[in-house]
């Protein structure tokens, strides 16, 4: 399925001059009377932002990055915590508040989770957590998932039932009256687009969610979802989340630029380190808590010990160098590498203790290191960068 954006190119223009305000302080002075013709003020429009750029500013006393989502109004730490695998299953309780306190204290605004992970108790832990720290509802942004929400057919998929209760079971988990994104977990060939956006605008309308987004969905997908949003007044995603790194690359290089240009999607990364593997964590061994160990995994463990895998793994080391003499680790490198990306607006980390989390958090040092010759020097070790199809 295809679906055109130059309809919405079109929108956006005539959205702009509909915007146009007529000037009365003009034609009509105070005391005047208004007998003189009345002159249209001249607009003078905002100047745009350079191109691919996204305005990002640095918190104070934290070094923490923030950039705008897609080209909303939220602002979004460009390191975010994810809690896949994590919360609820792979760490202690007490260990997920170490690793959510100590995010929260160096910036990170952003904390996603999802209705399927660990069959809610990743939901069921962050809100714990965030109920006994007492932050402001107002200084983090929580993002969660709808679509695999229980064993029963009206339990899963993107209907306006399930989008409707499984957001509602997910913030009474969370213990809030709101959360500020609900993704749409892949797409749903079961249910029409129009009842999906539908049903996202009613959450937000009913103020369950404050924006929506996609996981997983394709460019053409994403376009249609846009499309009938503004065919019928009705609010569209302002974000796809996405997997990224350096051995999964076309989507975010190829596809997600156009849909951030031309709709203002943006783009929320996950898996950075590839589930462990930029690590080096996996060099022919399984360390007690490394992800392929845990029950349910074995499908990572097969991939680990795949040869696609094992080349993946020479090419890490031979990035050791370039880590090197940047002064950082290969993770280090690995999630900055995700940062410089175009469109992405915050990369999600998924850590099992604090002290891994600040080492992630070190990528920010790495970041102004990356110029254009260091990032070709990677794609030349890489051998895979994306490239047009025409």
């Given at each position: 399925?295809?679906?055109?954006?130059?309809?919405t190119?079109?929108?956006?223009?005539s959205?702009?001059?509909?915007?146009?305000?007529?000037?009365?302080?003009h034609?009509?002075?105070?005391?005047?009377?208004?007998?003189?013709?009345?002159?249209?003020?001249?607009?003078?429009?905002?100047?745009?932002?350079?191109?691919?750029?996204?305005?990002?500013?640095?918190?104070?006393?934290?070094?923490?990055?923030?950039?705008?989502?897609?080209?909303?109004?939220?602002?979004v730490?460009?390191?975010?915590?994810?809690?896949?695998?994590?919360?609820?299953?792979?760490?202690?309780?007490?260990?997920?508040?170490?690793?959510?306190?100590?995010?929260?204290?160096?910036?990170v605004?952003?904390?996603?989770?999802?209705?399927?992970?660990?069959?809610?108790?990743?939901?069921?832990?962050?809100?714990?957590?965030?109920?006994?720290?007492?932050?402001?509802?107002?200084?983090?942004?929580?993002?969660?998932?709808?679509?695999?929400?229980g064993?029963?057919?009206?339990?899963r998929?993107?209907?306006?039932?399930?989008?409707?209760?499984?957001?509602?079971?997910?913030?009474?988990?969370?213990q809030?009256?709101?959360?500020?994104?609900?993704?749409?977990?892949?797409?749903?060939p079961?249910?029409?687009?129009?009842?999906?956006?539908?049903?996202?605008?009613?959450?937000?309308?009913?103020?369950?969610?404050?924006?929506?987004?996609?996981?997983?969905?394709?460019?053409?997908?994403?376009?249609?979802?846009?499309?009938?949003?503004?065919?019928?007044?009705?609010i569209?995603?302002?974000c796809?989340?996405?997997?990224?790194h350096?051995?999964?690359?076309?989507?975010?290089?190829?596809?997600?630029?156009?849909?951030?240009h031309?709709?203002?999607?943006?783009?929320?990364?996950?898996?950075?380190?590839?589930?462990?593997?930029?690590?080096?964590?996996?060099?022919g061994?399984?360390?007690?808590m490394?992800?392929?160990t845990?029950?349910?995994?074995?499908?990572?463990?097969?991939?680990?010990?795949?040869?696609?895998?094992?080349?993946?793994?020479?090419?890490?080391?031979?990035?050791?160098?370039?880590?090197?003499?940047?002064?950082?680790?290969?993770?280090?490198?690995?999630?900055?590498?995700c940062?410089?990306?175009?469109?992405?607006?915050?990369v999600?980390?998924?850590?099992s203790?604090?002290?891994?989390?600040?080492?992630?958090?070190?990528?920010?040092?790495?970041?102004?290191?990356?110029?254009?010759?260091?990032?070709?020097?990677?794609?030349?070790?890489?051998?895979?960068?994306?490239?047009?199809?025409?």
């Amino acid at each position: 399925m295809q679906v055109s954006i130059a309809c919405t190119e079109q929108n956006l223009r005539s959205r702009s001059s509909e915007d146009c305000l007529s000037g009365g302080g003009h034609g009509n002075p105070p005391g005047g009377g208004g007998s003189g013709p009345k002159v249209r003020a001249a607009l003078v429009p905002r100047p745009p932002a350079p191109a691919g750029a996204l305005r990002e500013s640095t918190g104070r006393g934290t070094g923490m990055k923030y950039r705008n989502l897609g080209k909303s109004g939220l602002r979004v730490s460009c390191l975010g915590l994810g809690t896949w695998v994590t919360f609820g299953s792979q760490i202690s309780d007490e260990t997920a508040e170490d690793v959510l306190t100590v995010a929260y204290e160096h910036g990170v605004n952003l904390f996603d989770t999802a209705e399927v992970y660990a069959a809610g108790k990743a939901e069921r832990t962050l809100g714990n957590i965030l109920k006994s720290k007492g932050w402001r509802r107002s200084s983090y942004i929580i993002t969660t998932k709808i679509f695999w929400g229980g064993q029963a057919e009206t339990e899963r998929g993107l209907s306006r039932k399930h989008i409707i209760e499984g957001l509602r079971g997910s913030l009474e988990r969370l213990q809030l009256g709101y959360v500020d994104i609900v993704f749409a977990s892949r797409s749903d060939p079961n249910s029409p687009m129009e009842e999906i956006v539908r049903a996202m605008t009613y959450v937000i309308n009913q103020g369950l969610a404050l924006y929506w987004g996609t996981s997983r969905w394709g460019a053409a997908e994403i376009m249609e979802a846009y499309s009938m949003a503004r065919q019928f007044n009705l609010i569209p995603p302002v974000c796809e989340q996405v997997e990224h790194h350096l051995f999964q690359r076309e989507k975010v290089e190829m596809q997600l630029p156009e849909l951030y240009h031309k709709i203002g999607v943006g783009s929320v990364t996950w898996s950075p380190l590839a589930c462990g593997l930029i690590t080096s964590k996996y060099d022919g061994r399984d360390p007690d808590m490394c992800r392929a160990t845990i029950k349910g995994y074995q499908w990572l463990k097969d991939k680990v010990q795949s040869e696609d895998d094992k080349k993946q793994q020479a090419k890490v080391m031979d990035l050791l160098p370039t880590a090197q003499q940047l002064g950082c680790t290969v993770a280090q490198l690995a999630i900055a590498w995700c940062l410089r990306s175009e469109g992405v607006s915050s990369v999600l980390l998924g850590v099992s203790s604090a002290e891994q989390l600040m080492e992630h958090l070190g990528a920010l040092e790495v970041l102004s290191q990356l110029t254009p010759q260091t990032m070709m020097e990677i794609d030349g070790l890489l051998g895979n960068k994306s490239h047009s199809k025409k």
